[in-house]
């Protein structure tokens, strides 16, 4: 069912959409508020975050995207994605229709990809700290009559300034690389954790949810959730939210 679109939204919930994403403090409050915000803007909950320290892009977090889909992409189609480039070359929100042109889109190498796993077109935007990109935000519909406008890669662009604010707030309260002060690595807790309840941390603060940590894993997800509860018990943490921020943090609340 289409979502309302941003444009269409009441100023002050349009605001307190951009709001929540300036306010985020982690990777996963950060993909959680523009999950929510994007969901609006297209009618599409498909979202991928992106940060782009190192070689290659490096998933973040993702919501209502098939595994598949982002290893394909992972495997190396970001090398030649269109939408990728002219958001690196330009700074600013593209989406592929555009950027290869509406009479050549549908035999387009990317609307191949997006096709086979069910999606019709495709956005991203910049995520900006100091004048550098350092993430790129994603989203694609399976709307195959609703290609995206001018206006929503405005509304895109406006989502993604929201975004870089809160990323660089994230960066200069944090300390360390990159990825550890965005939640792409957690910190090492002052506790050292065995490798199962490591990988499962580092998932939690990647925003992964108890059935996709099972599934990437392969375990159940009553395991997850006990590797998720000890977790909380050795942290202090009283919900999955504490529990971020105490492996954000690399401090015990005991």
């Known amino acids: 069912m289409p979502g309302i679109h941003l444009h269409d939204l009441p ?12 306010e985020s403090r982690s990777v996963a409050s950060l993909g959680e508020a523009c999950c929510a915000a994007v969901g609006e803007l297209t009618g599409s909950p498909t ?18 995207v098939a595994d598949d889909f982002l290893d394909n992409y992972k495997a190396g189609f970001w090398k030649t994605d269109p939408v990728l480039d002219t958001i690196m070359t330009r700074g ?10 509406a009479h050549h889109w549908a035999g387009s ?13 495709n956005m991203g935007g910049p995520l900006v700290c100091d004048s550098r990109i350092v993430g790129v935000l ?45 939640g792409v690595m957690p910190p090492q807790p002052p506790i050292k954790l065995p490798p199962r309840s490591a990988d499962v941390a580092q998932r939690v603060c990647r925003g992964q949810t108890n059935k996709e940590i099972a599934r990437d894993m392969g375990i159940s997800d009553q395991t997850v959730k006990e590797h998720v509860a000890n ?12 529990l ?3 492996l954000m943090s690399g401090m015990s609340r005991q």
């Open 11 to 22: 100023e002050r919930l349009l605001a307190d959409r951009l709001m929540s994403i300036a």
């Open 47 to 64: 979202v991928g975050l992106y940060l782009l320290e190192g070689d290659e892009p490096e998933l973040a977090y993702s919501r209502h």
């Open 92 to 101: 600013r929100a593209a989406d592929g229709a555009s950027v290869i042109g």
């Open 109 to 121: 190498e990317s609307c191949q990809m997006l096709r086979h796993w069910g999606f019709s077109y």
């Open 138 to 182: 994603f989203t694609a519909t399976r709307d195959a009559h609703s290609p995206y406008t001018a206006l929503l890669r405005e509304r895109m662009d406006i989502l993604c300034r929201a975004g870089s604010l809160a990323l660089a707030n994230m960066m200069n309260a944090g300390q360390g690389s990159a990825r550890i002060m965005l």
């Open 231 to 242: 977790l909380c018990k050795r942290f202090g943490a009283h919900n999955r939210t504490e």
């Open 244 to 246: 971020v921020a105490c």
